[in-house]
């Protein structure tokens, strides 16, 4: 497995990237450059990440491709289409998006994401955007979600197999699919069912923590890895069975030295478990 996050350092070229990459201990990293950078840059960017042994994770094509505002929802979709494009390009192992909500806030809650409509408007969705693009080296994957699909392992397989595209993929995010206190308390068996079941589908994962709150109605919080309750014993042990290129993406922090702690804990959990990263 590999560990990445972001890059804060500003770098003029692909040299000065992956030198910051690697400055930083990391053998994975997210897509440097944008879906309008052009061709020469890109594959300057492809070919410094190969030689430097790093791995480009993901290009995000956050966005709301269920979106009821038809303007925005064709947007997303021309993101999402970019988007897939440029991983194809750049060699990443996966574009990513969430399914999108229903409602007014583009990676919100509403009554509508869960049903049997939505779903269907999801896989039709996805398709467009694979059979579009038509990637050959790389996948899109939609990111695991607590009030969208897919919100657990079995809606994944569901949308797997109801896609039925080749270069359909999984983006494996453990703290987004703890939404109760059931799973929060369990969050290493969860983890151990999503690997068994999607484990041979996963492109690239992402690494932060949860912690539930004292209250009387249930209430979670996403904080720096390490200081909440997911099992990273159980997650990085599990990722460490997967391929070898598998990435493990820090996310949402907001200084270099949040993601340096936060490295560190991946670091000493796998050491402790006999594990490593690249």
């Known amino acids: ?111 509508a994401n869960l049903t049997d409509e939505t779903f269907d408007l999801i896989v039709e969705t996805t398709r467009s ?44 995010d453990p703290v987004n699919l703890v939404c109760s206190p059931q799973r929060y308390f369990a969050s290493g068996a969860l983890i151990r069912d999503c690997v068994a079941k999607l484990g041979a589908h996963i492109r690239s994962c992402h690494a932060k923590d949860v912690t539930l709150g004292e209250g009387f109605l249930v209430h979670l919080d996403e904080v720096r890895p390490g200081l909440g309750g997911l099992d990273y014993r159980a997650f990085l042990g599990e990722v460490a069975r997967l391929d070898p290129d598998t990435p493990v993406m820090l996310e949402h922090l907001q200084t270099p030295e949040e993601y340096a702690l936060a490295a560190g804990h991946l670091r000493a959990v796998a050491a402790e478990i006999g594990a490593a990263f690249q």
Request: negative net charge.
């Open 1 to 111: 497995m590999r560990l990445g996050g972001p890059v804060f350092e500003e770098c003029g070229d692909p040299q000065e990237w992956v030198a910051a990459v690697k400055r930083l201990g990391y053998s994975a990293a997210y897509c440097p450059v944008g879906s309008d950078a052009p061709d020469d840059v890109i594959r300057a960017y492809a070919q410094a990440a190969r030689d430097a042994g790093v791995v480009i994770a993901e290009v995000g094509a956050w966005s709301n491709p269920m979106s009821p505002d038809d303007a925005a929802r064709r947007e997303a979709l021309d993101k999402c289409r970019q988007g897939l494009r440029l991983a194809d390009e750049i060699g990443a192992r996966c574009c990513v998006n969430i399914a999108g909500s229903r409602g007014a806030k583009w990676d919100g809650h509403d009554p």
């Open 129 to 172: 955007i694979i059979d579009a693009v038509r990637p050959t080296r790389t996948f899109f994957t939609l990111e695991t979600m607590p009030w969208m699909v897919p919100d657990s392992p079995e809606s994944y397989l569901r949308l797997i197999e109801a896609i039925d595209r080749k270069h359909f993929g999984v983006h494996f």
